[in-house]
């Protein structure tokens, strides 16, 4: 497959040229990982207007920045402070004098450190130069997030039928885990979101030792990870048996993700894809039920742009990926939400997750 990386540094140095920078200190370690392959978990990279990107790590990640980097970027390789080889990276270059970094990732700690090390370079904050670059998924990142996906559902498959009343929720989590590890997840993209009965009311609830029980809504939120790219999945159960109420705010929310997901558009304001599943919700009573926003973008993280929310103004890329993931949460009574991964093609929305949204009943 194609290898997008020189595209990416090209686009990224296009994009400091328009704003008028020499070059850019890079510390987010998922842009670094877009933009050379690296993926360990301490490095600097410095992409310059017109001379070699230089890439700085430390002695643990010697033969790994090698294979990983190649030819892409200049690897140094600092035995004391990675700050040390940026001062020493930014002093070889003759020309320039315009940097930008990442406001939105570096610690005022280590502002205080580059203006310590920048010499002549003048720094100012940029924000989003690499972000923007990667809510739009070639081909290649397509494919590991369909991969993340289908890990993921085949993993959600197996854990259902180890389900039964009496498991804790941390129980479950931890089979589900297990599972994505087997079936070829590289981690956990975030940590699994298992919630029961009362506490699936809880849209971020971590797992806890409450049992599962009859009559419960069982809440499962996870995803898997495949070189760096992730999926994002959310169904719900029922634990045993299904009441009339539980059948119709799951009725509900299943309808308001099919309706966005289907409706989505790249060129779509982020708050009018919101709006597709919260208008649905409210129209049917639950509105002040449904606090969060729609969705948001996946990719090397799995919290990325782009934003589906009622106040994300900007369009929504093409190529990008994003989760609809409406839900119905009731205080002391419990919550609904289906969520699935949609890519922004140029001729519509394409659902990647494949997984039944019907209120299947388990244990």
Known sequence: MDDRRPHRLAALRAALDESEFDAMLVTSLPNIRYLTGFSGSAALLVVFADTPSTLITDARYTVQSAEEVGDHATVRIEPASLWTGLRDALAAVPAGDRLAFESAHLRVSDLEQLEATAGRWRTRGGVGLVETLRMRKDAGELAQIREAVKIAEAALERTLEDVHIGLTERQVAGILEHHLRDLGSD???????????????LPHARASSRPLQRGDLLLIDFGATTEGYCSDITRTFAVGSVNPEMQLIHDVVREATLSASARVRAGMRGRDADAIARDYIES???????????????????????????TAESPLPPAAVVTIEPGIYRPGWGGVRIEDDVFLADEGPVVLTSFPRDLIVVG
């Open 284 to 310: 049917r009573g639950y509105g002040e039920l449904f606090g969060h926003s729609l969705g948001h973008g996946i990719g090397l993280e799995v919290h990325e742009g782009p934003r589906l929310a009622r």
């Open 187 to 201: 981690a956990p993209p975030f940590e699994t979101i298992v919630a029961s009965g009362e506490r699936a009311a």
